[in-house]
């Protein structure tokens, strides 16, 4: 059971890795967009007469605008497949607790990246999903469904996950004092802002 936790591990951290990289290119491509007179993803391509515009690429904007919705796509079905590798992760690591064989050295978690925190809570608002789910001010975040300090970058890098699980139970872990408290929180609307109703903010 603690190999195949191991490669459990591995595997969630490869889809992470791979996650960025994505990321990146994406990030890159609009660079690009914006570099053609900031056309971006839905600005015209020809004149008032009907000509193809003279002051930007426009094969090179189609292309970026074509790569671009392609890794979105991509980038949707990754994240799902991310937060099943993080579930089936975190049942095995549950079995072994509940058996008595889970080693945190052994699987890598215990000065890993999972269990340095890279965000706090700063405001929870009163019958918000994040209240209702057990969030509190101060806890501070070392899990947020596929994100961990290794792969954050700055809060953005929450939304995505928020976004494609709402409706759906995300894993939270935080410190609260010098506990770990693991909370299941499902982004949803309410009668406030946001999906979640409480404010986070990145630890400096």
Excluded at 1 to 14: I, K, L, T
Excluded at 58 to 82: F, G, P, W
Aim: hydrophobic residues 40%; aromatic residues 4%.
């Amino acid at each position: 059971m603690a190999a195949s936790s191991v490669e459990a591990r591995e595997h969630a951290q490869n889809l992470i890795a791979k996650k960025d990289e994505m990321e990146a290119e994406i990030k890159a491509l609009f660079e690009v967009l914006e570099s053609q007179s900031g056309v971006g993803m839905t600005g015209p391509l020809i004149d008032e007469e009907g000509y193809p515009r003279n002051d930007i690429d426009v094969y090179s904007v189609r292309t970026a605008r074509h790569e671009i919705i392609c890794l979105q796509n991509d980038h949707k079905a990754l994240m799902v497949e991310i937060e099943q590798a993080l579930h089936t992760l975190h049942g095995i690591e549950r079995q072994q607790r509940e058996q008595g064989t889970y080693n945190p050295i052994a699987n890598g978690s215990s000065n890993g990246a999972a269990s340095i925190p890279f965000a706090k809570v700063d405001l929870v608002s009163q019958g918000s999903p994040a209240e209702k789910a057990g969030v509190c001010v101060g806890d501070r975040i070392t899990e947020f469904g596929s994100v961990t300090s290794a792969n954050f970058k700055s809060i953005r890098d929450i939304a995505p996950v928020v976004q494609h699980s709402q409706g759906k139970a995300v894993r939270i872990v935080v410190l609260r004092e010098e506990d770990k408290v693991v909370i299941s929180l499902t982004p949803q609307t309410w009668s406030g802002r946001g999906l979640l109703g409480c404010n986070i903010i990145p630890i400096r």
